[in-house]
């Protein structure tokens, strides 16, 4: 027996659309839940790269103020071994004239300590060593740090050997300066080519270190925020 069964299309119609209008968001249901979500999504965000700005803000102006600490340090030094190297070279020059280092040694006119405090020239740091302390130099690029630590090791190096250097030259100039007989009698004076070549050697070694520090100092001119 076949049943028939009379639906009505519109009831179907209706019955469809009125499910569709139940089960789809409004838009003002979109904007009272989506909208406040992605406004803190987009927030957050927000406030991440802000952070991360000020952050690396804040590293880049200690980064500069190194480099400032750096530079100072580095053009003291470097002006005043150029204008010291040039002394030096001057008083060498000077050696064979009768108002050279020698006579003024052999007459009494200088005597040893005035000679150490006059040209044994010896350099320090300012800020250096406040640098190191707090591991500042880390926060440099890996080609700087070695570029004017290598600096700092030349330096240190020349004081260390000019120090020596004294020593050897001072009781180099004693003895000749005092020349004592097999009977540790003091002879009358001293001989002034002896003394020359003491003070010939002495200044030749300060000036050839000097020039390895100068080269060194040279070195760091590649990184456009020293400035000599």
């Known amino acids: 027996m076949l049943l028939l069964i009379d639906i009505n299309p519109i009831f179907l119609v209706s019955l469809d659309n009125s499910t569709l209008e139940a089960i789809k968001p409004t838009f003002n249901d979109f904007i ?3 909208i406040p979500i992605y406004s803190a999504i987009i927030g957050s965000l927000s406030a991440f790269i ?31 071994i150029t204008k010291d190297m040039q002394f030096i070279r001057n008083e060498r020059d000077k050696l064979g004239t009768i108002d050279s280092l020698v006579n003024k040694l052999i007459s009494g ?8 405090s006059k ?20 926060k440099l690029e890996k080609d700087e740090i070695s570029r ?20 050897e030259t001072n009781d180099s100039l004693s003895e000749c300066m005092f020349p004592q007989d097999s009977d540790q009698q003091y002879e009358d004076e001293p001989d002034p080519e002896s003394v020359k070549d003491i ?23 590649k990184f456009s925020w020293i400035k000599f």
């Open 50 to 80: 802000f952070l991360i700005l000020h952050e690396r803000f804040k590293e880049k102006k200690v980064v500069n103020k190194i480099k400032s600490l750096i530079n100072s340090d580095f053009s003291e030094f470097y002006k005043d």
């Open 109 to 116: 006119t200088v005597d040893f300590s005035e000679f150490y």
């Open 199 to 221: 003070l010939d050697g002495y200044f030749a070694d300060v000036l050839s270190m000097m020039k390895d520090c100068i080269d060194d100092l040279e070195e760091l001119r």
């Open 32 to 34: 009272s839940v989506y």
């Open 148 to 167: 004017v630590q290598a600096v700092s090791n030349s330096m240190e190096w020349y004081n260390a050997e000019l120090r020596e250097m004294y020593r």
């Open 119 to 138: 040209y044994g020239i010896f350099y320090e740091l300012e800020y250096w060593q406040a640098i190191i302390s707090s591991g500042s130099l880390l």
